[in-house]
């Protein structure tokens, strides 16, 4: 089993819509949880952590549900520079790394 | 602030050769983290160099292997190559393993 795992879309989304998507980890020893955004043929950039309590940043809302071992993101009235590839990444510190998913890829259109 | 940058961008190699990638991290930043990302996939963590020292490995077999300088720069070498190592391999700096990391524009490696 893999240790993120997310719905790799496509998402296709007119502007303006809202678009929710979410990963599953195994580990449940995991600690910190994030969402990194990846642009073609570019590197990952870190788009938000996610806190236990849920999160905001403007357009943008994170979940974790531990118990089920799940994260979200939500993103509201979308815009064309949103269309990207959005990695669920999972902390665990016992192993030093960053666990990634595969990606979902989220297309808005004009 | 410098950002963390990578040499070569892109490096085509045939399969039984030997490559070096090489990162410098940011600014202020001591640990450095390896990932290879094939197409389609997300980025599969290699190693961690902390303070010169490897301090996490992933699933990766010996012939990947590191060095962090005490500048904190660092190096990946992949040994005997092979059709599967084709991929983006990117560097991350941090100030420690706990921290944000940052990612390097990414070497693109093609093994024919």
């Known amino acids: 089993r893999k240790e993120v795992e997310q719905d790799p879309g496509p998402f296709n989304v007119p502007e303006g819509a809202t678009v929710a998507f979410n990963c599953t980890y195994s580990?449940?020893?995991?600690?910190?949880f994030f969402w990194y955004r990846q642009d073609c043929r570019k590197e990952p950039k870190l788009l938000m952590s996610?806190?236990?309590s849920g999160n905001e940043d403007g357009r943008f809302t994170a979940q974790l549900n531990r118990a089920s071992q799940y994260i979200s993101l939500l993103i509201r009235d979308s815009k064309l520079s949103d269309s990207a590839t959005y990695l669920c990444?999972?902390?665990?510190?016992?192993?030093?790394?960053?666990?990634f998913g595969a990606g979902t890829t989220v297309t808005v259109r004009a | 602030e410098t950002g963390v940058t990578q040499s070569p961008t892109h490096l085509i190699k045939t399969r039984g050769q030997q490559v070096t990638l090489r990162c410098s991290s940011q600014?202020?930043?001591?640990?450095v983290s390896w990932y290879q990302q094939a197409l389609g996939q997300g980025p599969q963590f290699i190693f961690q160099?902390?303070?010169?020292?490897?301090?996490g490995r992933g699933n990766f077999p010996p012939r990947f292997s590191g060095l962090q300088f005490p500048n904190y720069s660092s190096e990946l070498n992949v040994n005997a190559l092979e059709l599967d190592d084709s991929a983006l391999y990117l560097c991350?700096?941090?100030?420690?393993?706990?921290?944000?990391?940052?990612f390097g524009p990414g070497t693109r490696l093609t093994v024919l």
């Open positions: 580990n449940s020893a995991s600690q910190s």
């Open positions: 600014s202020g930043h001591n640990t």
């Open positions: 996610v806190y236990s």
């Open positions: 990444v999972v902390f665990v510190s016992n192993d030093y790394k960053l666990s």
């Open positions: 160099y902390y303070r010169e020292e490897e301090n």
């Open positions: 991350a700096s941090s100030l420690g393993s706990y921290n944000e990391q940052f």
